[in-house]
């Protein structure tokens, strides 16, 4: 069973924490899809994980004022051409909190 998770974030990047009952042997990092969160993949870090090996990290998309709602790591102005802009940009705030929040835990 899942324990509580702990939020991290800055920059407009968000998440849930699931702490390894040990020292971490690596991380186990998912990232939704459109129009969800964090939250909607948390339940899957035990079911991956059940030893709690590894760090899990369920993280959530920066932009949140696309239709129909949720939160988004793109803008897709039409199916199969997501936006170049905000795809990258969304690309490299996820690998920079990523790698920052990794070098803290000591998880390289």
Not at 44 to 64: C, F, H, I, S
Request: with cysteine; proline share 9%; charged share 20%.
């Amino acid at each position: 069973m899942t324990g509580p998770a702990s939020a991290f974030g800055g920059g407009g990047l968000v998440g849930l924490l699931r702490e390894p009952a040990g020292e971490p042997e690596g991380a186990l990092i998912l990232n939704h899809g459109r129009g969800s969160d964090e939250h909607d993949l948390y339940g899957l870090l035990d079911e991956l994980d059940p030893e709690r090996r590894l760090l899990g990290v369920t993280t959530g998309a920066p932009l949140t004022d696309i239709p129909p709602g949720g939160r988004h790591w793109y803008v897709v102005p039409r199916v199969g051409y997501p936006d170049p802009r905000t795809f990258a940009s969304s690309y490299s705030l996820l690998c920079s909190s990523l790698d920052q929040l990794l070098a803290e835990r000591g998880i390289a």
